[in-house]
């Protein structure tokens, strides 16, 4: 039972870009509320995946319940939300924040403000949340919290003389960020008689429990054994379990208005529990669900391609384990005359894509080829239809289209000044379009507007390289163009092939169909006979270039010892060619397909 | 009519490991001679026993160093072959030999137990690179036991490894005119390669030792072929260059796919029994193999049948090596599948226009430029 007054609670997450020391500040807080013994503290408790751990990125919303005895003799209730920390996550973020009345904005006193930051204070200025800065490492030689403190003003416009001071390393002022909490946040408010309105926050995939619901309750009651319904699609679940992270799961009777916890249903997957729904009362509904719902869409898809054919089940399976987990991620069978059977794969944006197949690869141990990632298309025909397209395989022929619109994405890059200038140049380079350029201080802070298909093609490597890794980087979509757009097709000895073909502007086509080629020619090595590899829009040829045939080799001694051993070497490069995609009589190895749809424009 | 038979004999024991060889060759303190020269013996009655009375069309003593072995050893293994098995008119017998001091005065001795034909180890006409390649001879003593041997042998053979590290083409060039102006009537010339497991390898990992790239390598190649029909001994094989008649007819039954039986420590066959051809392999460690024959009366390990697909893909890869190629009649019999079933057609319609492989009437025959790349042809064509 939580009985706990609504004023004695406070909800909050916290912001900062990697690095700059969110989870260790959240372990400092934890350890500091005797949530863990000093035996259950492991660095960064909150990051269970081991991608999140090593990324230092959050993939899913967590909590943590803690108890704070403050200086006003009070114990107060702190729920600490640990958000999804990337813009692949923007609207998983703004569900989070709405579960919370404030947050403490983290920033790196030696780094300053970083445009990851930028993107989720201002969607916490949305959620009209009371933020504290604090300014953290403040114990590093290098810290300037004075200027930090300025930047922040400048750059988020938000006043910053109260900033806390904290070194979550040493421990150096905890406290001073709890009595914050207490004093400078708002308590929720809510009605415990009302209806019940509980916001689903986020949901995950537990092999033991089923799916976990993590819900923040705004009106109401959530008891254990009451029937519950999911507002978006009225579906209903008997609540098995009810409870609270403490950070250990730990089990009530209910949980009132203000609070977060967790609720278990006997729900099999996730997909069932749209993150933003509003959860009810089946026997008493609220009369509306609560604002901000919408469902995910994949803004990035790729094709994800088993290298070796007999792993396509295990593909399929393993999808369908991680979609157990992750509703926003989509899947679809697709053949590619390339690369065979696999899935076409719809993701939130390029982080994503990246995990999914970090996972794939890592916890299910698959070997995978992925196409270049491509973005969603609105083709209009010239019959008057309209469709969605995002794989370059499906466009149809240029005299069946009228006009073919790209989504486009609104950037903020920030980056010490003397990086600007190539920082600049790339974005023109990609079609962007300057919205806004400030300083402050030596760091400058550019905004463009820029097609998303710009940004898929290895933009962030790029944009590291051109500033030598100090340029921060996010971005968040911004409606759809009219562009001029083409499918460069790349033909290996005049056959297409299917998973090397892209979309791009005209008049970016020959540069990136040169580029593409040279790449093949570099990464094909030299067969038995010579390779002609060409890209070319339609029936015209834009780029081309030739591989000479391999020049010597043969086994200079072969007598009558070598026979069994030559016969098995052919008997396995036999074996080995089936594996080989082979275009005609060419071989293309895995390498060359990976690192030719890496590689950059 | 039984099957003509080849016969390899293995002499397993070298004065020193080359460190760029990776045959079964074994350094002992003190070779136990008589031991393996009864054993090879023994070893040899029990397969002509087995294998019945068959025409015998070459004897080949190979090794390690067969020149270390003492010519009675040889004199005996000779006689006691020709009177197993029924030795064709003018039969070739070939012996391996190291041209150090040693080894040269036994030249004579090997002579009068029946060899007649003497293949030279010598490498290289270079000291330096001799020191290089780990060899026990001196380029003076190669040439004294190479003029030796031409007074006493009717056929003589060296070898040389070329495309050796640092080797640039005008001094190949230069070292072979050399060595083609010593007369021999054959030649094997192969280009150096790094082996698995042997000492070069480990060199080659750590950088210590440069091969040429692939285009130098086929400049190599080419040149040697050209410089060694200038001196009129033609390419017959990938490695092997011969005045015509003079080839190595040993050779030629293992790159035409005839029936070879292999005796001595690590030897293989190819064996015609009960009318299905067999691989057959013996222990390739000296002392276990000596054991077994002295418990059994062979050394062998196994004898496995080859199915149809087998023959063919071991007939074409020893028989495009050979620029005669490869009758396709006598790959129907031999494998039991037209030559035609035993290569992808469309590679082979590319092959040719690419100008790696010709039809000589029935013969199916690699060019100069497609044995150049045989590996990759090889890989590409055969199913």
């Known amino acids: ?601 | 009519m039984p099957e003509p038979l080849a016969l390899y004999i293995h002499w397993p024991f070298c004065l020193a490991k080359c460190p760029y060889c990776d045959f079964n060759s074994h350094v002992r303190d003190v070779v136990p001679e008589a031991r393996f020269a009864h054993a090879l013996s023994r070893e040899l009655a029990h397969e002509a026993a087995r294998l019945g009375r068959r025409p015998l069309t070459s004897i080949f003593f190979g090794g390690g160093t067969p020149s270390l072995m003492a010519p009675d050893s040889v004199a005996a293994l000779i006689e006691q072959a020709t009177t197993l098995f029924d030795p064709v008119p003018d039969m070739e017998i070939t012996l391996e030999a190291n041209p150090t001091s040693v080894e040269t005065g036994r030249l004579r001795g090997f002579r009068e137990a029946g060899v007649n034909r003497v293949s030279l180890g010598i490498q290289a006409l270079d000291g330096e690179a001799l020191h290089r390649l780990g060899r026990e001879h001196t380029a003076g003593e190669a040439i004294a036991a190479l003029e030796l041997a031409r007074t006493l042998f009717p056929r003589i053979s060296f070898d040389l490894i070329y495309a050796r590290p640092g080797q640039a083409m005008a001094e190949w060039r230069a070292e072979l005119d050399a060595a083609l102006a010593l007369v021999a009537d054959h030649l094997s010339l192969y280009q150096l390669t790094i082996e698995p497991g042997t000492r070069y390898e480990a060199l080659h990992r750590q950088g210590l030792i440069a091969l040429p790239d692939e285009d130098d390598a086929a400049a190599l190649y080419c040149e040697t072929a050209t410089v060694a029909a200038r001196h009129g001994l033609l390419g017959y094989e990938i490695s092997n260059y011969a005045r015509p008649g003079a080839e190595s007819r040993h050779n030629l039954a293992y790159w035409r796919y005839q029936d070879y039986a292999g005796i001595g420590p690590g030897a293989h066959g190819r064996l015609t029994l009960d009318g299905r051809l067999h691989a057959t392999r013996r222990h390739r460690a000296p002392e276990p193999w000596a054991e077994r024959v002295e418990r059994m009366g062979s050394g062998q390990t196994s004898e496995t049948p080859l199915e149809p697909g087998e023959r063919a893909r071991e007939m074409l890869l020893m028989g495009l090596r050979l620029a005669e190629g490869i009758p396709a009649a006598r790959f129907a019999a031999r494998t039991g599948i037209a030559l035609a079933d035993a290569i992808d057609g469309d590679v082979l319609g590319d092959a040719i226009e690419a100008g790696y492989v010709a039809w000589h009437g029935d013969c199916l025959a690699a060019t100069s430029e497609g044995r150049l790349r045989l590996d990759a042809l090889l890989a590409a064509l055969v199913l």
């Open chain 1, 1 to 601: 039972m939580t009985d706990t007054p609504l004023s004695l609670i406070r909800n909050f997450s916290i912001i900062a870009h990697i690095d700059h020391g969110k989870s260790t500040l959240a372990d400092r807080l934890i350890q500091t509320c005797g949530g863990l013994t000093e035996r259950e503290m492991t660095n960064q408790v909150l990051d269970n995946m081991d991608i999140e751990r090593e990324r230092g990125i959050t993939i899913k919303a967590q909590t943590v319940r803690l108890s704070y005895p403050a200086k006003d003799g009070k114990t107060y209730v702190l729920n600490l939300m640990d958000t999804p920390g990337h813009v692949d996550f923007a609207y998983e973020v703004s569900r989070s924040l709405a579960a919370c009345e404030g947050s403490l904005l983290v920033v790196d006193a030696s780094q300053g403000v970083e445009a990851q930051t930028l993107a989720n204070v201002y969607q916490a200025i949305d959620a009209h949340h009371e933020i504290v800065p604090v300014l953290n490492k403040i114990d590093l030689p290098a810290a300037e919290p004075e200027q930090v403190r300025q930047q922040i003003e400048e750059v988020v416009g938000i006043p910053a003389d109260d900033a806390i001071e904290i070194s979550a390393k040493t421990g150096l002022n905890i406290i001073g960020v709890l009595e914050a909490l207490v004093t400078r946040l708002p308590p929720p408010v809510g009605d415990a008689d009302a209806p019940l309105q509980a916001l689903l926050v986020d949901s995950w995939y537990d092999a033991y429990l089923g799916v976990i619901i993590l819900v923040r309750v705004k009106n109401g009651r959530l008891k254990r054994h009451s029937k519950i319904r999911m507002m978006s699609n009225g579906a209903t679940h008997t609540v098995e379990q009810v409870g609270v992270f403490s950070p250990a799961m730990r089990p009530l009777d209910d949980l009132g208005p203000g609070e977060i916890g967790y609720i278990n249903a006997a729900i099999k997957t996730v997909a069932d529990c749209n993150i933003g729904d509003t959860i009810t009362d089946d026997r008493r509904p609220a009369s509306q669900a609560l604002p901000g719902f919408k469902a995910s869409i994949p803004v990035v898809w790729c094709g994800l391609f088993p290298i070796d054919a007999d792993d396509f089940e295990k593909l399929r399976e393993s999808l369908g384990k991680l979609r157990l987990n992750d509703a926003s991620f989509h899947f679809e069978a697709e053949t590619s005359a390339a690369l065979g059977f696999g899935y076409r794969c719809g993701f939130l944006g390029l982080l994503h894509l990246e995990i999914i197949q970090e996972r794939l690869t890592r916890e299910f141990n698959l070997d995978l080829i992925a196409t270049a990632p491509s973005v969603v298309y609105r083709i209009h025909r010239t019959n008057g239809t309209e469709e969605e397209l995002h794989n370059p395989a499906d466009m149809p022929d240029g005299s069946l289209i009228e006009s073919i619109e790209e989504p486009w994405i609104r950037a903020t890059i920030m980056v010490p000044d003397e990086y600007l200038g190539p920082v600049l140049t790339l974005c023109n380079d990609r079609r962007g379009r300057q919205v806004d350029l400030t300083y402050v201080g030596t760091r400058a802070m550019a905004v463009y507007r820029l097609p998303l298909n710009e940004v898929v093609f290895d933009f962030y490597d790029r944009l590291k390289s051109v500033s030598r890794g100090y340029a921060s980087f996010d971005y968040a979509m911004d409606g759809y163009e009219e562009s001029d757009l083409v499918r460069i097709s790349i033909l290996v000895n005049l056959e297409p092939v299917d998973a090397l073909s892209f979309i791009a502007h005209r008049s970016a086509a020959e540069t990136r169909g040169r580029s593409i080629c040279g790449k093949l020619k570099d990464l094909i090595p030299r067969q038995l006979f010579k390779i002609a590899i060409q890209a070319a829009i339609g029936g015209r040829v834009i780029a081309r270039e030739t591989i000479g045939a391999l020049s010597k080799d043969v086994t200079a001694k072969c007598y009558g010892g070598d026979i069994s051993r030559k016969r098995k070497l052919l008997d396995k490069q036999k074996e080995g060619k089936k594996r080989m995609r082979q275009f005609g009589k060419v071989e293309i190895p895995q390498t060359a397909f990976l690192a030719a749809l890496k590689m950059d424009a």
